[in-house]
């Protein structure tokens, strides 16, 4: 390291937009308090000569939270007529202000509401998944859509029916149906597939039907009365339900967590507190505000691994999930989705009007 006292009669002098430049061009990820900034401003000041204002203000970014970000251990910044080591900043314990994500999360927790409308005896909650799900082929690849049409009843031990089909739509990212040899042309759009079963257990013999443990993937009254209530403990069981899954811990409490979600039978205190619970991922951010799932746009909130991002997409207006998606961030190519929909209906084989 190059010795800044030997020449202490040559100094650059920083202007208040030179600070802040410095300050950004950190490119920290650790969140910082506001007495942090201040000592980190303070120190930047001094190796740089300049004598600062006593109580500068804190600067506030246009959307009205304050600028949060500063330096992380042993970044190094260059300045010139030489070469300036800029010191590590610690900013002690200090936790910062929320992310971006856990606000969105938590606002949508608040306008979830405590309760789903009820549905009434002889009547169904209806769920329906439109999944667009990636196929490579020798002459290009598409995405492919499948749809899924479920039919609750208000009791759950009762009989449950579900439909599964494919439309043989196609969205194709390279090639088109032209470069198909017929036979594949029509691939996907295959004959409606019908099962029922009490309790949703589909593929299990009747005898085990309403047996079947629950879990984040097939949510039963057993497994949602065994969540925690409060969000720090719900959070604290997602982390220990997915401990040791893979090298990813956050994308798998993401994906755990979507899974439930995506079943669109979880109640509302239920949905709003996994909300509240997943906005303390601590690599969860904001990916798109403006995503388009099924003629709904939402936010999408993903967490990144090995060049691709899952992703939650969220009504802000309501805070209902809409779906959720996987893309390639390598070349910005969205992998597969799902959007999700539910609504009451008055038998089965009916589908409520969106």
Known sequence: MADWNADRNVRQVWSEDDLDRALAALNAEVPAGESALAKARAELMGEAGVVPAPEPRPHRRRDGRWWRWAAAFGTVAAV?????????????????????AAEVLNRSADRIGTADDPVPPGQY?????????MTFTERGSYLGERVTQLW??????????????????????EGGAADL??????????????????????????????????????????????????????????????????????????????????DGLLPAPVRANLFRALAMVPSLQISDRNITVDGRIGIGLGVDRDGFK??????????????????????????????????????????PVR
């Open 152 to 173: 609750v009843p208000a009791a759950w031990s009762e009989e449950w029916v579900q439909r599964d089909y494919g439309t043989a739509k196609r969205k194709w990212i």
């Open 181 to 262: 040899p017929e036979p594949e042309r029509l691939d996907g759009q295959g004959a409606m597939q019908e099962v029922r079963a009490r309790c949703g257990d589909f593929f299990v013999a009747p005898a085990d039907q309403c047996r079947v443990p629950g879990s984040w993937g097939q949510v039963t009254p057993e497994f949602l009365a065994s969540l925690p209530s409060d969000p720090v403990q719900l959070y604290q069981r997602l982390r220990a339900d997915t401990a040791g899954k893979s090298p990813h811990p956050d994308l798998d409490v993401l994906t755990q967590a979507a899974d439930a979600l995506g």
């Open 310 to 351: 899952e992703e939650l997409v969220i009504d802000q207006e309501t805070g209902q999930l809409i779906g959720v998606r996987t893309t390639d961030t390598r070349n910005g190519s969205v992998r597969n989705y799902t959007s999700v929909v539910t609504g009451a209906a008055s038998g089965i084989g009916v589908v």
């Open 80 to 100: 010139v007529a030489g070469v300036l080591v800029l010191p590590a900043l610690p900013f002690g314990d200090e936790t910062g202000v929320p992310s971006a």
């Open 125 to 133: 909650r209806y769920v329906e998944k439109r999944s667009w799900l």
